[in-house]
């Protein structure tokens, strides 16, 4: 089946500095792909679609400034979480659709940060 | 998009079937059933999805209720790696559209 990876797995930064998280689709193309975040013992939550080529749309709740994302091309989108703090330490998952095939929507293995 | 509705919580012996239920009344005609499941610190695995008619493939089943108002997933053979916590999600079928995560269901399989 599709794969979509996530890079890094893990990641340990100190508060006020900012982590980039990358989501890969490897053998398909992704026109739209979406991140969600997920606190211990909850549901993913959808935090933001990414459109290649244009503006992410956030969800509501979700600040534009903190959590960037770009989607330069059909099959890379990055969450780039800026001036992180302990808050905003989570489980952060990606997904994707082959918008060629209008297949399900694949998931990546999901990045957890610890903001310390 | 549809919201639906599972028990939080489900056992099953390993070996048997696990039938778990998702109940999605305000369907809309265009709207497909997925199903994905959460294994621990892992990103979610799909399943399998349908419109109207039963499904199924090398992992579960899928029954769907004439009305489409609910749904059943089926694991014939439930084992330990079965546990997870699965979910039931309503979304129509394009590449755009974007899937919302309601609880689920946390399956615990014992020996």
């Known amino acids: 089946g599709a794969v979509v990876s996530q890079h890094p797995s893990w990641v340990i930064c100190k508060s006020g500095t900012s982590v980039k998280i990358e989501c890969r689709s490897l053998?398909?193309?992704?026109?739209?792909m979406f991140w969600y975040r997920q606190f211990p013992k909850q549901s993913l939550m959808l935090m933001a679609t990414s459109n290649e080529g244009s503006k992410a749309t956030y969800e509501q709740g979700v600040e534009k400034d903190k959590f960037l994302i770009n989607h330069a091309s059909l099959t890379l989108s990055t969450l780039t979480v800026t001036s992180a703090h302990p808050e905003d330490s989570s489980f952060y998952i990606c997904s994707a659709r082959d918008t060629g095939r209008d297949t399900e929507a694949f998931f990546g293995q999901g990045t957890r940060l610890t903001v310390v | 998009d549809a919201k639906t509705t599972q028990p939080p919580s489900m056992d099953c012996a390993e070996g048997r079937a696990a039938n778990l239920p998702c109940n999605h009344s305000t369907i809309s005609g265009n709207e497909y059933v997925y199903w994905y499941r959460q294994i621990h610190s892992q990103g979610p695995q799909y399943i399998i999805h349908?419109?109207?008619n039963n499904e199924t493939n090398e992992m579960a089943s899928l029954i769907i209720t004439e009305d489409r108002k609910s749904s059943t997933l089926i694991l014939p053979h439930a084992t330990l790696r079965d546990t997870a916590v699965y979910y039931c999600i309503v979304s129509r079928y394009t590449g755009f559209q974007k899937l919302v995560f309601g609880t689920g269901t946390r399956l615990l399989v014992s020996p």
């Open positions: 349908g419109l109207k």
């Open positions: 053998d398909f193309q992704a026109t739209t």
